[in-house]
């Protein structure tokens, strides 16, 4: 077994707080005690290693103080989970007091003291990043940029989760579930809502509700629903997909035009459905400007086509226009909203659209596996976050757009037209480095980020538990990661 001891001053022993191990997974030590112990105080005990040699060996007080509970099962890291989040415990950073940031990995160890590869929730990208707190050099918790659904529940979000009166939801009668589902369409703009597990969940009912088996799906060629729901359209609604190349996440109504017009007069295929993606993940965040919106739509409605507007993260683009969600919603036939992105919610989504509709998604959410019992309990998140969570997003925004400003002025590739909402893309290649390269800087500096499904191009997303302090690091330490400064110079 690895270990690294140091010594401290004032120390009444020499032994390490809990770190990282080659062989067990999340086992080891940090650099300094007090630093390893402000990631778990108030921890009263910790789980024993399932397997691995040596386990047995650790000593007892060590054990007793270690800083949070350890399961490792046959050297695969389990879960490191902290007892103690809601103290938002000293020597750990974020906006968000009830989420210790790192304190919970799973996935295999890279390599000794190198982190852990994990798969970004988002966009199924393989990344890198530190297992947080427990690198030997440094104590402090890594700043996770990788995506805005890493964010954990705040400590009233947890409260109000506890709190939840709650029933049979496939009965339709959890009221807090039936809450939600009435200020969701509410705030979208439609006549009625479902709650559901997942984002990918509503996009891929929408489709169905809009379409048949052989029909066609217009989309922007690198929208999510393309390409990152794991060919869905074609599996669960039997349809082929026409993806049109656009600018910044967005096709124009001429471009449609075309398409739907081949469609319906040189083959025997039914353009049926237009999605939308605003924002658009792949572009960078970026948002739909109205006009261009509106003209769309109208194509798409002229040609008999449904109207889907996967708005994932359609509170940013509203906040960002400075318009109410509602004028964005409306104007599609349906709407697809995620709530575990940045509105903070630990999981869930709305599906939003005319009551008939809505009707035949009931169905579908049952077909799909989507139908809960107590679900009040999460569902209570969601009503959290929309009376705590909308305006804040602006604090998001106006973080991205600090990072993207900082890191451009110190010779970090970025385009600040396309930072618009709370992501920053950055292309490594004027800098000469590869993505996988650039990744693996960033993890060793302390810096999560992802890939994107663009060759060259790295993203930092701004979220709930990212805070001033988080953006002022990243502004010095990315740079110096990524050599910019250095190229710069020369």
Not at 83 to 108: I, M
Not at 352 to 364: F, Y
Request: hydrophobic share 40%; with cysteine.
């Amino acid at each position: 077994m690895v270990t690294h001891r140091a010594e401290h001053e004032g120390a009444d022993s020499a032994e390490p707080a809990l770190a990282e191990d080659d062989h067990l997974g999340v086992v080891g030590v940090v650099e300094d005690r007090p630093a390893g112990r402000a990631l778990g105080e108030g921890a009263l005990d910790v789980g024993r290693a399932l397997a691995g040699d040596g386990v047995d060996d650790l000593p007892q007080r060590l054990l007793r103080r270690l800083s949070y509970r350890l399961r490792v099962d046959r050297g695969d890291i389990g879960r490191a989970r902290h007892r103690d989040r809601q103290q938002g415990a000293p020597g750990v950073h974020g906006a968000n007091p009830g989420a210790t940031q790192g304190c919970l990995v799973e996935g295999k160890p890279e390599r000794l003291l190198g982190g852990v590869r994990s798969i970004d929730a988002d966009d199924d990208h393989a990344t890198t990043v530190p297992a947080p707190g427990c690198g030997v050099q440094n104590a402090r918790a890594v700043i996770d940029l990788r995506s805005d659904t890493v964010t954990r529940p705040t400590a009233g979000m947890r409260e109000a989760i506890a709190a939840a009166a709650v029933g049979d939801e496939q009965y339709r009668e959890d009221p807090t579930v039936n809450e939600l589902q009435e200020r969701a369409a509410a705030l979208l703009g439609q006549e009625r809502a479902l709650f559901l597990p997942t984002a990918t969940m509503a996009n891929q009912i929408a489709l169905r509700l809009h379409t048949r088996p052989g029909d066609v799906l217009v989309a922007e060629e690198l929208s999510h629903v393309l390409i990152y729901e794991f060919g869905g359209p074609a599996v669960h609604a039997g349809l082929i997909t026409v993806g049109v190349r656009g600018q910044r996440g967005r096709l124009t109504a001429a471009q449609l035009e075309a398409v739907v017009g081949r469609s319906s007069s040189d083959v025997d295929q039914r353009a049926a459905v237009l999605s939308v993606e605003n924002t658009h993940n792949s572009a960078g965040g970026t948002v739909w400007p109205l006009d261009e919106l509106d003209a769309v739509i109208a194509v798409a409605h002229a040609h008999g086509l449904g109207v889907h507007l996967d708005g994932a993260r359609l509170v940013n683009a509203a906040v960002a226009q400075g318009v109410a969600v509602a004028e964005l919603g409306s104007r599609c036939d349906t709407v697809t909203l995620c709530l575990s992105k940045g509105l903070g919610c630990p999981l869930g989504a709305i599906l939003a659209g005319p009551d008939e509709l809505m009707e035949r998604a009931w169905r579908e959410k049952h077909l799909f596996g989507g139908a809960m019992r107590q679900a009040g309990i999460v569902a209570a998140a969601g009503l959290y976050a929309l009376d705590h969570h909308v305006d804040r997003l602006a604090d998001d925004h106006a973080r991205a757009r600090r990072l993207a400003g900082a890191w451009h002025a110190a010779g970090v590739p970025v385009d600040l037209e396309q930072v618009q909402t709370n992501f920053v893309q950055i292309d490594v290649a004027p800098l000469g480095l590869g993505r996988r390269e650039a990744l693996d800087r960033l993890r060793a500096a302390g810096v999560g980020v992802s890939a994107t499904v663009h060759e060259t191009v790295i993203r930092a997303v701004t979220h709930l538990d990212i805070g001033d302090d988080d953006v002022e690091r990243a502004i010095e330490l990315v740079p110096k990661a990524l050599g910019a400064g250095d190229r710069a110079g020369g």
